[in-house]
């Protein structure tokens, strides 16, 4: 049990001098509850993997500076970053932001492969050059004796490996033009790894928006967003402030992302230039929004039968807070019958790169969402989010595939 009474707060939420302000932590009133919604309480059932523990910790660190144990480091480190504990707390709790915080603070020991990975995910001449490797590691037959060799699963790289599906080797075009008369002119934000393995996703992105008549830009200058970054305490500063100024530069009615993680970390974006980032996340849309909102009245689906179980991505339900509009896009297609997954509040174990770094604690979560899946019978899965699409289809006994619901929709657009 704790108590924030004595934290040293004159007035309930005020800053103290020892330590940087922590946005309504002084409102946690150990209610719990947040206590249900969270992944890692549904996997241990303890009060130290709760968010009320967490913040706990976080209190120590960042306000209080006050040492904190192996065993509090270990549970706060456990947290998916899901933020369902936000969605529910009445106090709304800055969870997200309180861990980042804290998390940069710790700085935080990462291994010489996660300092390899950051890099290649901020570089995108590294990741480019990489590519043509990586296509012939793919063709080599070394795929198979290196996953049973175990080396893999040693490195935490066992569930990475499933991205290396489909890479894409060639960058997308700089400019798609609208294949009906011209309304507008967008942007998309492509990612980091994303860009070459969820190709997919993008060009039909590109096409949809393209058959609504808008033309859409590829910024080639544009980086990843920093949301893995920022979630293992490293500086994001550069990336952001980088893709706010490639974006803000175009003359474009609207800058869109197709993945709910990325999303989530761009609709965020702070910088030094209050101005610039207000500008960038005024002009940011999910493209789910855009699409409902800009859907011309004339353009009318072909119909299925399929039976689609939506999956709500944590990015989404807790951060974006539109997972409605996919159920409203997915009406568009007649005759689809739609119904959401059973526990969407609770984190597929995806959680931006937490998969890699706690993959027992991910592997469990995925297995009772893969348990969830098998019960509904569905024909797809459909989730925004590019990274649990992966985890999810990289479960081995699964037969559901899981895909972007853009992928559904772009499909049954008149020919
Ligand atoms: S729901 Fe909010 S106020 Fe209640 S214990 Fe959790 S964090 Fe604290
Ligand atoms: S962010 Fe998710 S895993 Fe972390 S404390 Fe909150 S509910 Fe639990």
Known sequence: MFDFMDMGFDEPGE?????????DAAECMRCGMCISSCPTFRLFQIDEETPRRRIRTISKILVENLPTSAEERVHLDNCLQCRACETVCPSRMAYGQLFDQAQARLKVNV?????????????????????PLLAVYLKSGLQKPLRRSGLLKKMHLADAEVLL????????????????????????FTGCVAEHFDRETLLVAIKLLNAIGYEVLVPPQQGCCGAIHQHNGQSVAGLIDNNIAVFNALDVDAV????????????????????????FRQRLYDINDFLLEHWPDDLQLTASTLKVAVHEPCSQRNVLK??????????????????????????????????????????????????????????????????????????????????????????????
């Open 15 to 23: 800053p103290i001098e020892s330590g940087p302000y922590i946005p």
């Open 111 to 131: 291994s010489w492969l996660a300092k390899l990975a950051f890099r290649l995910i901020e570089k995108k001449r590294w990741r480019t050059r990489l590519m």
């Open 165 to 188: 599906d489909k890479p894409a080797l060639q960058a997308l075009a700089a400019c798609y033009p609208a294949s009906v008369t011209p309304f507008g002119r967008v942007a998309l």
């Open 256 to 279: 869109l992302h197709t993945a709910t993680g990325c999303g989530a970390m761009l609709s965020e974006y702070q910088s030094d230039d209050g101005k610039a980032a207000e500008l």
């Open 322 to 415: 539109n997972q409605q509009a996919v159920y409203a896009l997915l009406q568009k297609i007649p005759g689809l019958s739609i119904a959401a997954l059973a526990d969407n509040h609770i984190c597929c174990g995806t959680g931006g790169s937490y998969m890699l770094t706690h993959p027992d604690n991910a592997g469990q979560l995925r297995d009772l969402k893969q348990q969830i899946i098998s019960a509904t019978y569905a024909d797809v899965v459909v989730s925004g989010n590019f990274g649990c699409a992966v985890y999810l289809n990289g479960y081995p006994e699964t037969t559901i595939r899981v895909e972007h619901p853009l992928v559904l929709l772009a499909g049954q657009l008149p020919l």
